[in-house]
């Protein structure tokens, strides 16, 4: 398997741009994560989805975030306008969850720089 | 608020040495979890640990959990060049549909094995 795939590896745009990263999770599993990571906040969960619907999404920062997930084998994060206190790398995780088993893979992150 | 609290944040040791991390978290638990970063790169799961579970092994690796003190430990055993990372705790909350949760990550310990 080629494990979680995300793109693109990284980002370079002007504040004010829409960005938007893509993950595709490992096939078969059924829950999807969006994490960030920076030096200050280090890892925070941003969403999550499970069987594509979406969980909880109070670790979205603010209405300029959304993530979609249309199937099982793509989701999207998507910032407009994108703003330079948004630079971070940007994981995206997959699980195959039962019941208390919640191992997460991590694919290689998106490094985000807004000018 | 940050659930996983690592300590120490860096640690340097000689290969051949023992390492000992420690995990400090705040509100009940399903699982916890410890996690590898290498240098610009995705997360790798290292180990679970369920609540009810007191210690696991895994090759080099044992883990211990205490649910008392809401605290876990992590420790490699001879450290070779190659476990230099980032270690971080991380942890999950009970979801009562069975379904997987995202996870709260600590702010990690730096780990630099010396040849």
């Known amino acids: 398997d080629a494990g979680v795939i995300q793109s693109p590896r990284h980002e370079v745009t002007e504040m004010g741009q829409e960005v938007t990263l893509r993950c595709k999770p490992i096939?078969?599993?059924?829950?999807l994560f969006w994490y960030r990571q920076t030096m200050m906040r280090g890892l925070e969960l941003l969403i999550y989805f499970n069987n594509n619907v979406p969980i909880d999404d109070s670790g979205m920062p603010e209405d300029r975030f959304s993530a979609k997930m249309p199937n099982a084998s793509f989701s999207t994060l998507k910032i407009q306008p994108s703003e330079p206190r948004d630079s971070a790398v940007y994981f995206c995780a997959s699980s195959l969850h039962g019941f208390s088993y919640n191992e997460q893979f991590f694919g290689p992150g998106t490094r985000l720089t807004v000018l | 608020s940050q659930q996983g609290e690592e300590d120490p944040q860096a640690l340097s040791i000689q290969e051949g040495e023992n390492a000992t991390m420690n995990c400090s978290y705040k509100?009940?638990?399903?699982?916890l979890q410890w996690y590898r970063q290498n240098s610009g790169r995705g997360l790798v799961h290292l180990i679970l640990?369920?609540?009810?579970?007191r210690e696991k092994h895994s090759g080099r690796l044992r883990v211990t959990l205490d649910t008392s003190k809401k605290s876990s430990s992590l420790l490699i055993t001879a450290s070779r060049a190659a476990d230099t990372a980032s270690y971080f705790c991380a942890t999950d909350r009970y979801s009562s549909g069975g379904g997987a949760d995202g996870l709260t990550f600590g702010k990690g310990t730096h780990l630099i094995i010396q040849p």
């Open positions: 509100t009940s638990i399903n699982n």
């Open positions: 640990i369920r609540s009810n579970e």
């Open positions: 096939s078969g599993h059924n829950s």
